[in-house]
């Protein structure tokens, strides 16, 4: 065999070096890559955390017949299927969500109710509209110790009714399966609503909120769990013990939770509790 030339020795040499930093090169890209991969796959489902509320709402615009749009939000049922009537649950927020972000209404009680567990076990639609600053969903003076219901309903109420009808017509709403809940200013709408709309809610869970006791004649049958902190000095307890002592006088079966240690804040601890919802979700109006 011929022995090779010092240029062809030379030559064999550098296209070694080539071929091994060639394939040095690609070995370093197919690691990155893998690692790059890796690093973008998401975690499992079972481990991923709760939705964000604000994700999970879908933000809309209802304009009523008074002319005055109301901002809310929207969630849908888990698994919908055309044809299907679903639940409706109607969430009223507190006086420090109010203004026209559509947003402030899901600092509290939101994201228990887009929780995944919840939504697969009892599909359904869930509303929280946004009441604008400076209004009310019920014109009442919350510094009083009583308060009578008003002769007509705020905008924002009579909006709120207009936007569920037309739900009910058009969304696949079981017209026997809606239900009311509020914290605080959306306690006090919560009473006002059953009291202007008795025969349209098939439960009602008004929390650290206030009514009329001349009302509950108007739904005394109506499933109702009220829910305050003893040692609240905003809306004080009292305001839900006459509603309750009212309802327990004409006949109602009302459960009453009063909290002995909480104060204005009653609505997490009960929206966390997952036998609230079981509580809710089983109750149905008598059809009319």
Known sequence: MLAASPKGQNRNIIRRLFLRSTFAAIASLSSTNLNLTMAQDPEPAATAPNPDPYKAFEPREFVGTNGKPLKYRLI?????????KYPLVLFLHGAGERGDDNAAQLKHAAKDLCNPELRTKYPAYVVAPQCPNNK??????????????????????????????????????????????????????????????????????????????????????????????????????????????????????????????LQHDSWTVTYANPEFYDWLFKQRRESQ
């Not at 849908?76 to 299907?84: F, H, I, Q």
């Not at 001349?214 to 009220?226: A, D, E, G, R």
């Open 136 to 261: 009310k969903w019920s014109e009442v003076d919350w510094s009083k110790d009583a308060s009578e219901l008003p002769e007509t309903p705020s905008d924002s109420m009579q909006t709120i009714k207009e936007l569920l009808d037309d739900m009910v017509e058009n969304a696949g709403i079981d017209r026997n399966r809606i239900y009311i809940t509020g914290l605080s200013m959306g306690g006090y709408g919560t009473w006002d609503a059953i009291a202007r709309y008795p025969n349209f809610f098939a439960a009602a869970a008004p929390i650290c909120g206030g009514g009329d006791p001349k009302t509950v004649n108007k739904f005394k049958s109506l499933p109702i769990w009220c829910f305050h902190g003893a040692k609240d000095s905003v809306v004080k307890a009292g305001r839900s013990r006459e509603m309750v002592e009212a309802l327990k006088a004409v006949g109602s079966n009302i459960q009453y939770t009063e909290y002995p240690e």
């Open 76 to 84: 849908k049922p888990v698994g919908y299927k055309p044809g299907k």
